[in-house]
């Protein structure tokens, strides 16, 4: 079974600019989490999708920080403009469903940015 | 809401030698718990979960976890570490009735031969 997919791995940019993280959950999953976890501190919710809707984004910076999941598969999230406080990696997950239950999330690699 | 307090940042030890990892959390319901295992460059990846049941949870690679619910403590253990057991370890915790994971910020464990 192939896992949760994420691109790029490592990404550098300049303050202010833009940048796209992709992910695809595993395949069947309908709940898919991106997390943004800092150097030395655990990971934390930015945003939950279950198909196409969104269940949370209370954590997500929407000033600068949006994200998308079109037709309930793949999903994008984007930085801006970035700033140096959004260097961090980037995670993402999925589960079989965001009902309440104790469902198992899978992780995708990360991607590694570095804001500069 | 809940929290999770995860008491050592860094944990060097010996190959062969025992490693406990301890993490306290804070719920004012019941809750589901949960260790997850980083190795470098590398998502996260399951140890193991406390549901219901058996207190003493087995996981992969020879790890296991007691829940202590009078001391809202979720320990880690492995008897004997390999130098392939060197990694990042996060305790997390979710409600029952919720679905929101909160994480610890982590224990890095370093095994030396």
């Known amino acids: 079974e192939a896992g949760v997919a994420q691109s790029p791995r490592y990404k550098i940019i300049e303050k202010r600019q833009s940048v796209a993280f992709w992910c695809n959950p595993i395949s069947g999953h309908a709940t898919l989490y991106w997390y943004q976890q800092i150097l030395g501190q655990g990971p934390k919710l930015l945003i939950q999708f279950q198909n196409n809707g969104v269940v949370d984004d209370s954590q997500l910076p929407k000033d600068r920080f949006s994200a998308e999941r079109l037709k309930g598969v793949d999903s994008t999230l984007k930085i801006q403009p970035a700033k140096l406080e959004d260097s961090a990696v980037y995670l993402c997950?999925?589960?079989?469903?965001?009902?309440?239950?104790?469902?198992?999330?899978?992780f995708g690699p990360g991607t590694r940015l570095t804001v500069t | 809401a809940q929290s999770v307090t995860q008491l050592d940042s860094q944990v060097p030890v010996f190959e062969e030698a025992p490693v406990e990892l301890r993490c306290n959390y804070s719920?004012?319901?019941?809750?589901?718990l949960f260790w997850y295992v980083q190795y470098p460059n590398q998502g996260l990846q399951l140890l193991l979960k406390y549901l219901s049941g058996s207190t003493l949870v087995k996981g992969i690679n020879g790890f296991e976890a007691e829940f202590n619910k009078s001391q809202t403590s979720f320990h880690l253990r492995k008897p004997s570490v390999h130098i392939s057991d060197t990694a990042e370890y996060f305790c997390a915790v979710i409600a029952v009735l919720d679905y929101k994971l909160s994480f610890g910020a982590g224990t890095t464990v370093t095994v030396r031969a």
């Open positions: 719920s004012s319901v019941s809750v589901y």
């Open positions: 997950a999925s589960s079989f469903t965001s009902q309440a239950g104790p469902y198992e999330q899978y």
